[in-house]
């Protein structure tokens, strides 16, 4: 709830604020979600996984923790990175095609932040905070929420205005 509402929420609520049209909001969420929806189908399944197996590899052999966390992360590199590849490629077809002609000039932002996904899975993305979390370390996962959530306000502060929804 905390990177929802530090996140997307926050970036909508500040550019209303900035009195940025309603319309490229509606671009923003569109891309951002469309981004979002993406990544999440396509790995929604190993969350529930990864917690439970990293809880139960952690307490029988922390030798294999590092190493299953590196398998899974590639593994999802390996489906996700073509699928947003695709998507991108062929935004200018799917987003008119899922959501109408009047999104078109939110393709370029998707194709952005395609990007943006990608290189947070390379850094293992939500896979890391599933890790900390069969750890036990929901201290050090909250604190990033807020370091993550915190950076992002000022930043959208900060580049809204010279920007826009860019």
């Known amino acids: 709830i905390l990177?929802?509402?530090l996140g997307k929420q926050?970036?909508?609520i500040l550019l209303g604020m900035y009195t940025i049209s309603l319309i490229e909001i509606g671009n923003y969420d569109?891309?951002?979600t469309f981004a979002q929806t993406i990544n999440l189908g396509l790995t929604m399944g190993f969350y529930g996984i990864s917690v439970a197996t990293f809880s139960s590899i952690e307490s029988a052999d922390k030798s294999h923790v590092r190493k299953y966390f590196e398998t899974v992360n590639r593994f999802i590199l390996l489906v996700l990175i073509p699928v947003f590849m695709f998507t991108a490629a062929?935004?200018?077809v799917?987003?008119?095609f899922i959501y109408s002609a009047d999104y078109t000039k939110s393709i370029q932002l998707f194709q952005f932040f395609t990007i943006i996904f990608?290189?947070?899975r390379i850094f293992a993305g939500g896979l890391a905070?599933?890790?900390l979390q069969s750890k036990g370390e929901t201290k050090k996962l909250l604190i990033t929420s807020i370091i993550s959530g915190a950076a992002n306000i000022v930043l959208a502060i900060i580049l809204i205005p010279v920007l826009g929804i860019l």
């Open 90 to 92: 062929f935004a200018n």
């Open 3 to 5: 990177e929802f509402v």
């Open 30 to 32: 569109v891309a951002f």
């Open 94 to 96: 799917l987003i008119p």
């Open 10 to 12: 926050a970036d909508i």
């Open 118 to 120: 990608i290189i947070t």
């Open 129 to 131: 905070a599933d890790y």
